[in-house]
């Protein structure tokens, strides 16, 4: 699903990739860890758009993402990509439903749709009874699945998160992994996971190891 050849990416002078090449298959699940400063943050951003690279090649099914224009961009990343952050990024003064519909609206624009996909999502993530609930209203797993059901409701086939467990304790940290896993097997999509949790990381299916903006 995705090929990077020979990425570089710096900022003000500063390299924070260098020379990266990997390749993550399609339905995979990936865990990409480091320390802080490694450049995982700033290697997920360029996988879906929200950085330029300074040079190297990003295919996604074999397509040179780094060469779309700006629609181009902002149609592959509302289309193709669903991100789940670690501190949600839910828009307060929207309940869970409207959260969730958001994306879809900005794509289709067809409210009756979207709230029929975003019913179906909730129903699979057991939050349905949170659909008029505001993000301040919520437990932080909550959260969390309202952003993964708003993350999803396009049908990505990839989803890019980071640190999606941060705020979770160790308990609803495993549950969400499974419901990644039953994500991935139902819907087909890949993860790519930027984790410090080494017991999650080591659930993937695979991890690849960066430091000091090089693959190790």
Known sequence: ??????????????????DVSLE????EIVALQGPSGAGKTTLLKSIGLLDSIDKGIILF?????QLYNETQKSKFRNQKIGFV??????????????????PYLIYNKNYQ?????????????NILDKKDSKPNELSGGEQQRVAIA???INSPKLILADEPTGNLDSTQSKEMFNLFKEISEKFCTTF???????????MC???INIKDGQIV
Not at 6 to 14: A, E, G, P, R, V
Not at 85 to 102: G, T
């Open 1 to 18: 699903m995705i090929k990077i050849n020979n990425l570089y990416k710096s900022f003000q002078d500063n390299p924070v990739l260098i």
């Open 24 to 27: 993550i298959m399609k339905n």
């Open 61 to 65: 099914e074999n397509q040179k993402i």
């Open 85 to 102: 952050f670690q501190f949600h990024n839910l828009l307060p003064e929207f309940s869970s439903l409207e959260n969730i519909c958001m």
């Open 113 to 125: 749709e979207a709230e029929q996909k975003a019913f179906q999502l909730m129903k699979a993530l």
């Open 150 to 152: 708003r993350a999803l």
């Open 192 to 202: 790519l996971i930027i984790t410090h949790n080494n017991k999650l990381a080591k």
């Open 205 to 207: 299916d695979r991890i």
